[in-house]
Protein backbone atom coordinates (compact mmCIF):
# COMPACT_ATOMS: atom_id res chain seq x y z
CA UNK A 1 0.00 0.00 0.00
CA UNK A 2 1.67 3.68 -1.21
CA UNK A 3 2.10 5.35 1.91
CA UNK A 4 -0.76 8.18 1.76
CA UNK A 5 -2.63 10.88 4.63
CA UNK A 6 -5.30 8.11 5.96
CA UNK A 7 -8.58 8.74 8.63
CA UNK A 8 -8.03 6.88 11.79
CA UNK A 9 -9.91 7.39 14.42
CA UNK A 10 -9.43 5.69 18.05
CA UNK A 11 -12.35 4.89 20.34
CA UNK A 12 -11.19 4.50 24.38
CA UNK A 13 -14.05 2.54 25.75
CA UNK A 14 -13.40 3.26 29.47
CA UNK A 15 -11.33 6.43 28.51
CA UNK A 16 -7.67 5.63 28.59
CA UNK A 17 -5.55 5.82 26.74
CA UNK A 18 -3.50 2.54 27.94
CA UNK A 19 -6.50 0.47 28.22
CA UNK A 20 -8.94 -0.87 26.13
CA UNK A 21 -8.56 0.68 22.45
CA UNK A 22 -10.53 0.30 18.95
CA UNK A 23 -8.91 2.05 15.98
CA UNK A 24 -10.14 1.51 12.33
CA UNK A 25 -9.68 3.85 9.10
CA UNK A 26 -12.96 5.42 8.92
CA UNK A 27 -14.16 4.30 5.06
CA UNK A 28 -12.63 1.13 5.11
CA UNK A 29 -14.22 -2.52 6.56
CA UNK A 30 -11.47 -4.06 8.59
CA UNK A 31 -11.39 -3.05 12.46
CA UNK A 32 -8.91 -3.85 15.52
CA UNK A 33 -9.24 -3.80 19.11
CA UNK A 34 -6.25 -4.00 21.76
CA UNK A 35 -6.80 -4.78 25.18
CA UNK A 36 -4.23 -5.05 27.83
CA UNK A 37 -3.90 -9.07 29.36
CA UNK A 38 -5.53 -7.72 32.86
CA UNK A 39 -8.43 -6.30 31.22
CA UNK A 40 -10.09 -10.03 30.25
CA UNK A 41 -13.09 -9.68 32.17
CA UNK A 42 -14.01 -6.41 30.66
CA UNK A 43 -13.24 -7.60 27.25
CA UNK A 44 -15.53 -9.76 26.99
CA UNK A 45 -18.21 -7.35 26.59
CA UNK A 46 -17.15 -6.07 24.07
CA UNK A 47 -18.94 -7.71 20.50
CA UNK A 48 -15.55 -7.07 18.35
CA UNK A 49 -13.69 -10.01 20.51
CA UNK A 50 -16.41 -12.38 19.38
CA UNK A 51 -16.08 -11.72 15.70
CA UNK A 52 -14.55 -14.32 13.33
CA UNK A 53 -11.11 -12.43 13.10
CA UNK A 54 -6.82 -12.95 13.28
CA UNK A 55 -5.57 -12.26 16.45
CA UNK A 56 -1.96 -11.39 17.73
CA UNK A 57 -0.93 -12.09 21.09
CA UNK A 58 2.45 -9.59 22.05
CA UNK A 59 4.91 -9.95 24.79
CA UNK A 60 8.48 -9.79 24.88
CA UNK A 61 11.44 -11.82 25.66
CA UNK A 62 13.67 -11.85 28.91
CA UNK A 63 16.15 -10.73 27.10
CA UNK A 64 14.49 -8.63 25.29
CA UNK A 65 16.39 -9.25 21.81
CA UNK A 66 13.15 -9.14 19.88
CA UNK A 67 9.60 -8.72 20.99
CA UNK A 68 7.62 -11.47 20.54
CA UNK A 69 3.97 -12.38 19.08
CA UNK A 70 1.63 -15.53 18.70
CA UNK A 71 -0.42 -15.32 15.90
CA UNK A 72 -3.84 -17.01 15.45
CA UNK A 73 -7.52 -17.27 14.19
CA UNK A 74 -10.82 -17.98 15.47
CA UNK A 75 -14.47 -18.08 14.58
CA UNK A 76 -14.81 -16.06 18.61
CA UNK A 77 -11.53 -14.92 18.39
CA UNK A 78 -12.27 -14.72 22.49
CA UNK A 79 -12.58 -18.09 23.11
CA UNK A 80 -9.33 -18.51 21.77
CA UNK A 81 -7.53 -16.03 23.55
CA UNK A 82 -9.05 -17.36 26.87
CA UNK A 83 -7.05 -20.81 26.16
CA UNK A 84 -3.79 -18.51 25.46
CA UNK A 85 -4.44 -16.84 28.96
CA UNK A 86 -4.87 -20.40 30.65
CA UNK A 87 -1.50 -21.82 28.59
CA UNK A 88 0.56 -19.04 27.54
CA UNK A 89 2.50 -16.55 30.24
CA UNK A 90 4.26 -14.33 27.77
CA UNK A 91 1.62 -12.22 26.24
CA UNK A 92 0.76 -8.54 27.99
CA UNK A 93 -1.34 -7.14 25.19
CA UNK A 94 -3.38 -8.73 22.42
CA UNK A 95 -4.79 -7.15 19.46
CA UNK A 96 -7.79 -8.69 17.35
CA UNK A 97 -8.33 -7.73 13.63
CA UNK A 98 -11.75 -8.41 12.39
CA UNK A 99 -14.83 -6.67 9.91
CA UNK A 100 -17.16 -4.24 11.54
CA UNK A 101 -19.68 -6.59 10.62
CA UNK A 102 -18.50 -10.01 11.33
CA UNK A 103 -18.01 -11.01 8.08
CA UNK A 104 -15.25 -12.94 7.67
CA UNK A 105 -15.46 -17.19 6.94
CA UNK A 106 -13.26 -19.84 8.38
CA UNK A 107 -11.09 -19.52 5.22
CA UNK A 108 -11.16 -15.90 5.39
CA UNK A 109 -8.88 -16.24 8.41
CA UNK A 110 -7.13 -18.90 7.69
CA UNK A 111 -5.90 -17.51 4.72
CA UNK A 112 -5.17 -14.59 6.88
CA UNK A 113 -3.66 -16.24 9.82
CA UNK A 114 -1.05 -18.12 7.19
CA UNK A 115 -0.55 -14.42 5.18
CA UNK A 116 0.39 -12.85 8.35
CA UNK A 117 3.01 -15.48 9.52
CA UNK A 118 4.49 -14.99 6.09
CA UNK A 119 5.36 -11.67 6.48
CA UNK A 120 5.74 -11.58 9.72
CA UNK A 121 9.15 -14.05 9.45
CA UNK A 122 9.88 -12.25 5.97
CA UNK A 123 10.00 -8.62 7.91
CA UNK A 124 11.64 -10.51 10.86
CA UNK A 125 10.45 -7.53 14.05
CA UNK A 126 8.93 -10.20 15.88
CA UNK A 127 10.19 -13.57 17.23
CA UNK A 128 7.32 -15.69 16.39
CA UNK A 129 5.71 -18.20 19.23
CA UNK A 130 4.05 -20.22 16.80
CA UNK A 131 5.20 -24.03 16.89
CA UNK A 132 4.07 -25.46 13.33
CA UNK A 133 3.44 -23.23 10.22
CA UNK A 134 -0.28 -22.91 9.03
CA UNK A 135 -1.43 -24.14 5.37
CA UNK A 136 -1.88 -21.71 2.83
CA UNK A 137 -6.33 -21.77 2.16
CA UNK A 138 -7.16 -22.32 -1.37
CA UNK A 139 -9.60 -19.06 -2.40
CA UNK A 140 -10.86 -17.31 -5.88
CA UNK A 141 -8.42 -14.70 -6.90
CA UNK A 142 -10.76 -11.99 -6.50
CA UNK A 143 -11.25 -12.77 -2.71
CA UNK A 144 -7.48 -13.22 -2.34
CA UNK A 145 -7.12 -9.46 -3.63
CA UNK A 146 -9.83 -8.25 -1.02
CA UNK A 147 -7.88 -10.10 1.96
CA UNK A 148 -4.86 -8.72 0.82
CA UNK A 149 -6.20 -5.52 0.67
CA UNK A 150 -7.49 -6.14 4.00
CA UNK A 151 -3.90 -7.27 5.57
CA UNK A 152 -2.59 -4.03 3.91
CA UNK A 153 -5.30 -2.19 6.25
CA UNK A 154 -4.97 -3.97 9.43
CA UNK A 155 -0.86 -3.67 8.90
CA UNK A 156 -1.57 0.20 9.25
CA UNK A 157 -3.60 -0.56 12.07
CA UNK A 158 -1.38 -2.35 14.07
CA UNK A 159 1.28 0.18 13.89
CA UNK A 160 -0.64 2.37 14.74
CA UNK A 161 -1.78 0.90 18.06
CA UNK A 162 2.01 0.63 18.58
CA UNK A 163 3.02 -3.13 17.15
CA UNK A 164 4.62 -2.26 13.35
CA UNK A 165 4.88 -5.96 13.07
CA UNK A 166 4.76 -5.64 9.27
CA UNK A 167 6.34 -2.18 8.62
CA UNK A 168 9.65 -2.99 6.71
CA UNK A 169 12.80 -2.05 8.48
CA UNK A 170 14.95 -0.15 5.52
CA UNK A 171 13.37 3.59 5.27
CA UNK A 172 16.48 5.32 3.88
CA UNK A 173 16.71 5.74 -0.03
CA UNK A 174 19.80 7.81 0.00
CA UNK A 175 23.48 7.94 1.11
CA UNK A 176 23.00 10.81 3.42
CA UNK A 177 20.57 8.93 5.57
CA UNK A 178 23.04 6.09 5.98
CA UNK A 179 25.15 6.00 9.20
CA UNK A 180 28.21 3.98 9.79
CA UNK A 181 29.88 2.65 13.01
CA UNK A 182 33.45 1.37 13.04
CA UNK A 183 36.82 -0.02 15.00
CA UNK A 184 39.32 -1.98 14.33
CA UNK A 185 37.45 -5.46 13.87
CA UNK A 186 33.73 -4.02 13.35
CA UNK A 187 31.96 -2.06 10.80
CA UNK A 188 28.43 -1.75 10.14
CA UNK A 189 26.01 0.49 8.57
CA UNK A 190 22.79 1.12 9.58
CA UNK A 191 19.68 3.99 9.48
CA UNK A 192 17.40 5.88 12.39
CA UNK A 193 14.11 4.82 12.07
CA UNK A 194 11.04 5.77 14.13
CA UNK A 195 11.21 2.66 16.50
CA UNK A 196 14.96 2.93 16.81
CA UNK A 197 17.87 2.09 15.09
CA UNK A 198 18.42 -0.38 12.09
CA UNK A 199 21.68 -2.23 11.69
CA UNK A 200 21.57 -3.62 8.25
CA UNK A 201 22.67 -7.13 7.26
CA UNK A 202 26.64 -8.29 6.96
CA UNK A 203 27.54 -5.75 9.62
CA UNK A 204 30.43 -7.10 11.49
CA UNK A 205 30.75 -6.53 15.53
CA UNK A 206 33.74 -7.50 17.52
CA UNK A 207 33.82 -10.81 19.39
CA UNK A 208 35.80 -9.66 22.04
CA UNK A 209 33.63 -7.98 24.74
CA UNK A 210 35.49 -4.96 26.52
CA UNK A 211 35.03 -4.84 30.54
CA UNK A 212 33.28 -1.23 29.86
CA UNK A 213 30.28 -3.51 27.91
CA UNK A 214 27.90 -3.72 30.37
CA UNK A 215 26.14 -7.05 31.64
CA UNK A 216 23.01 -5.85 29.61
CA UNK A 217 24.52 -4.89 26.29
CA UNK A 218 26.90 -8.71 27.06
CA UNK A 219 23.25 -10.69 27.25
CA UNK A 220 22.16 -9.32 24.19
CA UNK A 221 24.69 -10.22 22.38
CA UNK A 222 24.70 -13.64 23.92
CA UNK A 223 20.63 -14.11 22.89
CA UNK A 224 21.23 -12.22 18.90
CA UNK A 225 23.65 -15.30 18.64
CA UNK A 226 21.34 -17.77 19.85
CA UNK A 227 18.66 -16.48 17.75
CA UNK A 228 20.76 -16.67 14.62
CA UNK A 229 21.22 -12.63 13.74
CA UNK A 230 24.39 -13.00 14.84
CA UNK A 231 26.83 -15.49 13.89
CA UNK A 232 30.63 -16.13 14.08
CA UNK A 233 32.54 -15.59 10.63
CA UNK A 234 36.43 -15.93 10.29
CA UNK A 235 36.90 -13.81 13.87
CA UNK A 236 34.02 -11.45 13.79
CA UNK A 237 30.16 -11.85 14.64
CA UNK A 238 28.36 -11.01 11.66
CA UNK A 239 24.69 -9.69 11.14
CA UNK A 240 22.72 -12.33 9.28
CA UNK A 241 19.47 -10.10 9.20
CA UNK A 242 18.61 -6.13 9.27
CA UNK A 243 18.20 -5.65 13.72
CA UNK A 244 16.52 -2.85 15.03
CA UNK A 245 18.11 -1.69 18.16
CA UNK A 246 16.03 0.63 20.55
CA UNK A 247 18.47 3.02 20.78
CA UNK A 248 21.30 3.91 18.36
CA UNK A 249 23.76 3.65 21.75
CA UNK A 250 22.37 -0.38 21.86
CA UNK A 251 23.08 -0.97 18.46
CA UNK A 252 26.65 0.82 18.64
CA UNK A 253 27.57 -1.27 21.81
CA UNK A 254 26.15 -4.33 20.32
CA UNK A 255 28.86 -3.74 17.65
CA UNK A 256 31.79 -2.15 19.30
CA UNK A 257 31.10 -5.10 22.17
CA UNK A 258 31.97 -2.01 24.96
CA UNK A 259 29.78 0.68 26.15
CA UNK A 260 29.20 3.37 23.38
CA UNK A 261 27.56 6.70 23.10
CA UNK A 262 25.65 5.89 19.45
CA UNK A 263 24.60 9.72 18.58
CA UNK A 264 28.63 9.91 18.22
CA UNK A 265 29.00 6.67 17.61
CA UNK A 266 27.35 6.39 14.59
CA UNK A 267 28.39 8.69 11.45
CA UNK A 268 27.75 9.32 7.68
CA UNK A 269 30.36 9.00 4.84
CA UNK A 270 31.49 13.03 5.85
CA UNK A 271 31.72 12.28 9.42
CA UNK A 272 29.17 13.90 10.76
CA UNK A 273 27.85 12.04 13.92
CA UNK A 274 24.06 11.39 14.00
CA UNK A 275 23.96 14.05 17.11
CA UNK A 276 24.76 16.85 14.91
CA UNK A 277 22.68 15.81 11.88
CA UNK A 278 19.29 14.60 13.93
CA UNK A 279 19.95 16.88 17.22
CA UNK A 280 21.25 20.38 16.63
Known sequence: ?????QPIQIFLPDGSPTSIREAEITN???KAILFPRNKMQEIVKRELVHFTGVYFLFGITEDGAKPLVYIGEGEDCFKRIQSHNRLKDFWTHCVIVSTKTDEYTKTDVKF???YCLEKAIEVGRY???NDTGSKKQSISESREH???DNFDTAKILLATLGYPIFEEKRKAQIAKELFYCKSKDASAAGELTDDGFLVYKGGKS???EAQSIGTWVSRLRKQLLEDLILKEENGVFVFQSDHVFNSPSAAAATV?????NGWTS?????????????RK
Open 256 to 260: LARAA
Open 266 to 278: WKDLSGKTLDELK
Open 127 to 129: KLD
Open 206 to 208: TII
Open 112 to 114: LEH
Open 28 to 30: RLV
Open 146 to 148: DLL
Open 1 to 5: MINRP
